[in-house]
């Protein structure tokens, strides 16, 4: 019988560092795809995308063996879809995600407007993303 | 304000080719569109432009490239337009560590109902946010506000000579900022002389302040 993974030992720390990780290079790779795709290099293209898509299912496996003890992003637990979909409404919520604004900020005064502007629309997302969530909520709820 | 609608967009992939141009456009003319309220407030003013923008990237982030999706995120959109006599913006807060979100998120809660136009000595127009947003105990980090105009306000924001002033009237919170003219000029361009009744918008605006109760200029408590 697998041993039931508690929070704070290192094994836990260690699943949510290899689940950023995992992310990452899925994010990094699925980019190179992209780049290579559009250079008319469909091989290597396929071969980066293919990567990226194992990457994708090593995070999923990890998130697997952290869901008994809560989604590591929000601190609730993983189970019906009900649940899945209130972390993912908690999620924008984040404080990650809040800093945004922050960001943006922060990058204006070094005189980075594009990158300000791209953390202005990612923290506008949010809306739209919590809206549409908060829709499906309502429609499992049920009339 | 006439409304967005799905004949003003452009497929996400005839986007993409003009996008960069857009972008650079869009960033540029909003450059002046800005103001900061202290370290942890900055607002944007809104038009049909800017929000037009924001939808387009808001569609392209989520890949939706048809059906009622998309009808839905333009009716989101429009309920942020400002109508004639209206002026639209988005509040952010400025946090950028975890303890900053812990400590400024919940200190600043409620701060959508804390921001107001000053104009000249005794008028003043409470924003009032166009939806709740932040959980029970704590701010969201973006907010979507509307400044509604009666007859007497919207006649004193045009004078030339008026000075005009955005303030944060918080209890944790109390900053004054001086409209920059660039600024100025524009919102007052686009804020028309619709002729809503006072008695219509009572409820948002105070008329007279007490010197007292004015926020200090430069010198916020945060």
Known sequence: MPRKLKRSTETWKNLIEALVIESLARTRLEYLAQKARLEGDVEPGRALAEAAGSHARGG????????????????????????????????????????????ARMARDEGYDEVAEWFEVLARLERSRTSELKRMMEKLAGP | MKKLSRSDLKPNDEYERTRAAFRAFVIQAKMSRRMVLGPRLHVVFENR???????????????????????????????????????????????????????????????????????????????????????????????????????????????????????????????????????????????????KSDEEVRDTISLKIQPEDRPHDGKGKS
């Open chain 2, 49 to 195: 432009r800017t929000l037009h923008y924001a939808l387009q990237e808001i569609l392209r982030l989520r890949g939706i490239t048809e059906g009622p999706a998309i009808d839905d995120e333009v009716a989101r959109f429009n309920t942020l337009l400002p109508a004639s006599h209206e002026m639209a913006a988005t509040l952010f807060v400025e946090i950028t560590t975890p303890a900053q979100g812990d400590e400024w998120l919940t200190k600043l809660k409620n701060i959508e109902n804390c921001i107001a136009l000053s104009i000249g000595d005794s008028i003043n127009v409470r924003a009032f946010p166009v939806e709740a947003r932040g959980l029970d105990d704590r701010t969201a980090s973006v907010h979507y506000l509307k400044f509604r105009f009666p007859d007497t306000a919207l006649d004193a924001f045009h004078r030339k000579k008026v000075a005009v002033r955005l303030f944060a009237d918080h209890a944790n919170y109390r900053f004054i900022a001086e409209m920059p003219p660039a600024l100025l000029a524009e919102i007052r361009s686009e804020v028309g002389r619709g002729r």
């Open chain 1, 60 to 103: 999923l496996e990890l998130l697997e063996l952290l869901k008994d003890v809560g989604d590591p992003f929000v601190d609730t637990l993983l189970g019906s879809t009900k649940q899945t979909i209130d972390a993912a409404i908690r999620a924008d919520t984040h404080r990650g995600v809040l800093r945004y604004p922050g960001f």
